[in-house]
């Protein structure tokens, strides 16, 4: 069956049938680790050799944009025309040393959505600490330098707590408290944000208005396929990268025939 999927997804792109059904689409796309070595059951990492050919796939196939280029055409109101943004979760140092020279060798542009009290910490999340693994985090100053090199930093609230669970009160201090750290230690507006864990009950609607007052132009999740011109940034869909998709072509298959949600 896998075997089925990536042949069904090359033979979707060599046929030119993906420029129709991905006609007046975009897609946000959203890795985690980028490692070598990793074990396959571990559906956060993909290991650097897999992330160059999709980064490669992706240019390929798509116009790769910054997502604030994204969400400024979906704010005018204009119909998506095949963008692909390139979004990470979390702020692993593995972005920083494996993903950004890859990135930067093929002149793509990414934004890294950080836990603002992790980075530079020694704090092992709790889905980390059940495989018994440990990946550091980036730092203040590897942060800087993506920044600096052109790279959007975006804010994945304070402690990647579950805004599905949290008082409005709670929530204002994780998501408004992580634009803070996060402008506090960047000295410039950080306007995208991503809700940890990234599912339909993770968020609720009283704490995405507090994301929407807090400043921030969108509110990216972790499912829901690709973008149209009636997609609300703050209910921005993305698409999940891991291991599970056999290839490249197999990731395209399923956006093109709406299945990525
Ligand atoms: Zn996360």
Known sequence: MRTVKRLLGRSLFASHLDALLLRNAAVVVAFHRVLAGADVS?????DPQTFEAYCKFFRRH??????????GNLERGRTPRRELAITFDDGYRDNYENALPILESLSLPASFFVVSR?????????????????HPWM????????????????AHTRTHV??????????????AGARTDLEDQLGTSVESFAYPFGGQDHITDANRAI???A??????????????????????????ISPWHVSPHHFGLDVALGRSA
């Open 62 to 71: 798509f116009h790769v944009v910054p997502l604030r280029e994204l969400i």
């Open 211 to 213: 994301v929407r007052a």
């Open 215 to 240: 400043g921030f132009r969108c509110c990216c999740s972790g499912f829901g396929g690709t973008i149209t011109a009636r997609t609300d940034p703050f209910y921005m869909p993305r698409v999940p």
């Open 118 to 134: 992790w980075v530079g910490s020694d704090v092992v999340p709790f889905w980390d600490r059940k495989l018994g693994v440990r």
């Open 139 to 154: 730092t203040w100053s590897q942060i800087r330098d993506l920044q600096k090199r052109g790279f959007d930093i975006g």
């Open 42 to 46: 571990d559906t956060l990492t993909v």
């Open 162 to 175: 579950d805004l599905g669970m949290l008082s409005p009160t709670a929530a204002r201090d994780e998501i």
